[in-house]
């Protein structure tokens, strides 16, 4: 194999910064993940690119390689999966039109969860706003933090394991595309798509739909990640095995938002290579 020097040294693709619900700018995240030995970084914060210049800058000024990512929601009946996407135009159309229909959807779904939130809680909608950064892909971690600046709850995972609990009573659904249209975008867009912690609590997405997302062009799986459970990470590496997928480990960090950090879980020097090889829609940044 020929060997590029793109990606020597673990790599770490699956982080977030202020431009979603992670808690640090783009130049930050990307000096946290250079502090923890990474040497190759993708930003991928929820429904948005908005972060990739900054990220790029600061990852490549430090010597890492910067891989555009995203992280795309989409939902399959009840279950939310998200869809890591990389290295995709991120002016295609259609992909585009999506993830800001997505984003708006958010936006007015953050607005009416504030208002039942505020029935009982003593908290206002500009008590979020001023948890988000402007342009910010909103989520259930500014509610969370709002509910934290008013000494409602002591942390996300208390926000989230009472207030804002998906199906609790100020829970509200965020409209998003089904699994299957989600990859079939990111293809469309020259982008690489791989199933986000696909083995956590909720269980691995039903054989059925995951068959219809690799028809669809799914890349492969990100089996090294906190959340993923031993059992159904086994299951899922049997399928990666037989279908030759690529597998990826990242963080999920999400700065002082979660208590993952950089680095936890990695990415072989072989998996990089080849998920660079496969996306076609914009270049990784080398420094
Ligand atoms: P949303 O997409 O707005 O429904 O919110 C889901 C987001 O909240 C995910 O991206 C997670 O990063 C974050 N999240 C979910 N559970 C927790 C938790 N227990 N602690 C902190 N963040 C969480
Ligand atoms: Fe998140
Ligand atoms: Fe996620
Ligand atoms: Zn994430």
Redesign the pocket.
């Known amino acids: 194999m020929q060997r590029s020097g793109r990606c020597e040294g673990p790599g770490d693709l699956?982080l977030?910064s202020t431009h979603s619900d992670g808690t640090e700018p783009p130049a930050q995240v990307m000096a946290a993940a250079h502090a923890h030995g990474m040497r190759t970084v993708a930003l991928?914060d929820?429904d948005t690119t908005s972060g990739w210049a900054e990220a790029a800058d600061a990852a490549t000024s430090l010597g890492m390689t910067f891989v555009p990512g995203m992280?795309m929601s989409s939902q399959h009946e009840w279950r939310s999966i998200?869809v890591l996407a990389y290295l995709f135009d991120p002016d295609e159309p259609r992909l585009r039109a999506m993830t800001d229909r997505v984003r708006r959807s958010r936006l007015q779904r953050a607005r009416i969860m504030a208002d039942r939130i505020a029935r009982d809680y003593d908290i206002t909608w500009e008590d979020i706003v001023a948890q988000t950064s402007t342009g910010a892909t909103v989520g259930r971690p500014h509610i969370a933090d709002a509910l934290i600046a008013r000494g409602v709850v002591a942390d996300r995972g208390e926000a989230f394991s009472t207030i804002l609990a998906t199906g609790g009573d100020y829970y509200v659904s965020l409209f998003s595309p089904d699994p299957v249209e989600a990859v079939e975008l990111i293809v469309g867009a020259g982008g690489v798509a791989i199933i986000?912690?696909p083995a956590g609590r909720a269980g691995i997405p039903p054989k059925r739909l995951l068959t219809r997302m690799l028809d669809a062009g799914l890349a492969g799986f990100e089996l090294g990640h906190r959340e993923n459970l031993p059992a159904a990470v086994a299951t899922l590496r049997a399928l990666a095995d037989e279908r030759d997928l690529i597998v990826t480990g990242s963080s999920?960090y999400?700065g002082l938002g979660k208590p993952n950090q950089p680095g936890e879980h990695t990415t072989s020097e072989a998996m990089l290579e080849r998920l660079i090889d496969r996306g076609t829609g914009c270049a990784p940044v080398l420094p």
Request: net charge negative.
């Open positions: 699956h977030h991928t929820h992280e998200h986000a912690h999920d999400h």
